[in-house]
């Protein structure tokens, strides 16, 4: 009774995977589901956006007729780093904003003792000072001006310093941009050179994307314009709906709202999804981020209802089931006739396990041939068991309180058991039920008394996703 998970085609180079991390690569990985042409997915943008080398790249994508995949494959490789960026952090630069070669603000009058040094491989800050038309004796005055002008001798590849010269050559001031959001700057005063530091903030500005799966949401996202980190907050918002191993079709459908970063006209970046909608088989579901008058944010339905639900699906993240739940199966090691009254899930020894659902553990240890075995009481309607675990995680034991999605265990294969995997059983008031079969609880909804507030914040979001996306369909007539 073993179930084999879709092997996922080689659509990506190598680098793909290697430079994606942890459980990111694993879920891509799940996500490279079918193997065919990929087209229909475009982004429209704002009017600041800028068109980039790899924007017209991906317009002549779009524009070209679907070809077979190894055509494509090649067309794409120019830009394929966009998912292998490893920004952990969602405020990095990503795929939207293809980094413009730095140039000196335009804003920024030149005046006649204004120089620009752009530093090269191997230059020092006297090296560059002197290319400006500076002694020697300058550079050291800077350096030793202030504690932060430090910061002025390290240097990079492309970085540009700016000088401004007074006309008996002497300097007045000097800034250089260490980032497209930091400047630092040491101006000349009464009392020596002054350093201070300028930090823009940039602006958020909302975003729409808009794209069909036609091999992979992974390929399509990137199509449509969203960064690899979008791609995966996508699949969390809709992971307790959706199976993205293996419901995701060709033809299924995605529309997305989110907070683009923007400064002095450039996509420097993005931020949070703030609304979006996913058609998977048919069936639509919509997901609106809200936050709460108490501070915490969590994703609701256009409705208000909760996407989160009281139960995960399954307690190890990417495991393959070996065996599933029945009345009555031959069991290896009993040489008998049994019921399977859970489900298995094969992973490596060590393979994090986690509660499926908040509650209280009501046994941490040893339980005949479950062996090494977490009973968690969810309420008074529900338990969940997991057998078979090689330990326990820190801070588990009966009574311990537990979050869904915190780790209790590891993978092992102690009691009467053939190979490492979780024995995992759900239980409705005594009964076990099979955790696959079974409907999952809702978590709960919008409190009642956020209710209008809420809805103050999903209906414009999602009727502007509507315009948007009727404004693209039109486009493309
Ligand atoms: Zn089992």
Do not use: C, W
């Amino acid at each position: 009774m073993t179930t084999e998970p879709p092997k996922a085609p080689p659509l990506y180079p190598k680098s793909h995977l290697l430079a994606a991390s942890g459980i990111a690569a694993l879920l891509s990985l799940a996500l490279l589901v079918f193997p065919s042409s990929e087209v229909e997915a475009k982004r429209t943008s704002a009017p600041l956006e800028l068109q980039t080398p790899a924007d017209q790249l991906k317009q002549a994508q779009q524009d070209a007729p679907a070809t077979d995949l190894g055509e494509q494959e090649a067309v794409q490789a120019p830009f394929a780093h966009i998912d292998n960026e490893d920004d952990q952090d969602s405020n990095t630069a990503d795929a939207a904003a293809p980094a413009p070669v730095a140039k000196a603000d335009d804003s920024d009058k030149k005046a006649p003792g204004h120089r620009e040094v752009t530093v090269r491989k191997g230059d020092t800050l006297s090296k560059l000072f002197e290319e400006a038309g500076l002694p020697a004796t300058a550079a050291q005055e800077v350096m030793s001006s202030d504690k932060q002008a430090k910061q002025f001798a390290q240097l990079k590849n492309g970085q540009v310093l700016e000088f401004e010269i007074s006309p008996e050559g002497q300097l007045t001031s000097l800034h250089t941009k260490l980032s497209n959001t930091e400047t630092i700057r040491l101006v000349r005063g009464a009392k020596g050179f002054a350093f201070n530091r300028d930090v823009i903030k940039p602006t958020m500005r909302e975003a729409y994307a808009h794209g069909v799966i036609k091999n992979s949401l992974s390929l399509s996202g990137q199509r449509a314009g969203l960064s690899h980190n979008q791609v995966m907050d996508l699949v969390n918002i809709f992971n307790y709906d959706v199976d993205f191993a293996q419901d995701i079709r060709q033809g299924d459908v995605f529309d997305v709202m989110y907070e683009q970063k923007v400064l002095n006209g450039k996509v420097i970046g993005t931020g949070n999804i703030l609304a979006a909608r996913f058609t998977n088989r048919g069936k639509t579901y919509t997901a609106v981020r809200y936050t709460s008058k108490q501070g915490t944010t969590n994703y609701y339905t256009a409705e208000g209802n909760s996407m989160r639900k009281a139960f995960v699906r399954s307690p190890v993240d990417f495991a393959r089931i070996s065996s599933r739940f029945s009345v009555g199966r031959f069991h290896p090691i009993l040489n008998k006739i049994r019921a399977h009254q859970g489900v298995d899930y094969a992973a490596p020894r060590g393979t994090p396990i986690k509660a499926t659902g908040d509650g209280k553990v009501e046994l941490a240890g040893r339980r005949g041939g479950y062996g090494n075995t977490v009973i968690i009481a969810h309420g008074k309607t529900y338990k969940t068991l997991y057998g078979h675990m090689q330990g326990f995680a820190k801070g588990i034991h009966a009574g311990s309180v537990v979050k869904q999605g915190q780790v209790i265990g590891y993978i092992g294969t102690t009691g009467l058991s053939t190979g490492p995997h979780v024995h995992y059983e759900f239980q409705v008031n005594g009964v076990h039920v099979d955790p696959l079969g079974q409907k999952l609880p809702m978590a709960d909804p919008i409190a009642k008394n956020e209710k209008a507030r809420f809805m103050q914040v999903a209906q414009p979001l999602m009727a502007q996703m509507d315009q948007e996306k009727s404004t693209m369909v039109a486009s493309k007539k």
